[in-house]
């Protein structure tokens, strides 16, 4: 991860900053880098299209102990490709058949600070 601000998202117009908001935290970074990573589907990065867990491809399957396993992995897989300085620490993937939606509880380290984050990410049709 590159040191240094990052445009957080979403987008918005800030008087101190300049024409747009800024991460400045090295912890506000990485969580914004997860997010990202998480939310993003296959393809929608068009300049990397393995980018991504592409997670709506798993909402209309059968929520089995199988798809858990692949939902994990492919989320595991991600973050080791895109984002090295996180430890993982626990993944758990709840499913409402009755809305179509996941929900990624993902717990982890961030090493270069010592914190560990916890973060839920919802992704529905």
Do not use: W
């Amino acid at each position: 991860m590159a040191d240094g601000y990052n445009l957080k998202l979403p987008l918005k117009v800030d008087s101190v900053d300049g024409p747009y908001i800024l991460t400045k935290k090295y912890n506000e970074n990485v969580k914004q880098n997860v997010k990202m990573i998480i939310l993003t589907e296959k393809g929608e990065k068009i300049s990397n299209y393995d980018f991504g867990c592409g997670l709506k491809a798993f909402l209309f399957e059968m929520f089995e102990d199988e798809l858990v396993d692949e939902i994990d992995e492919e989320i595991r897989s991600q973050l080791i490709a895109y984002a090295p300085y996180i430890v993982v620490k626990n993944i758990e993937v709840t499913s409402n058949l009755d809305m179509h939606s996941l929900s990624v509880l993902l717990e982890y380290l961030i090493p270069q600070t010592n914190a560990t984050e916890k973060d839920i990410f919802e992704v529905t049709s």
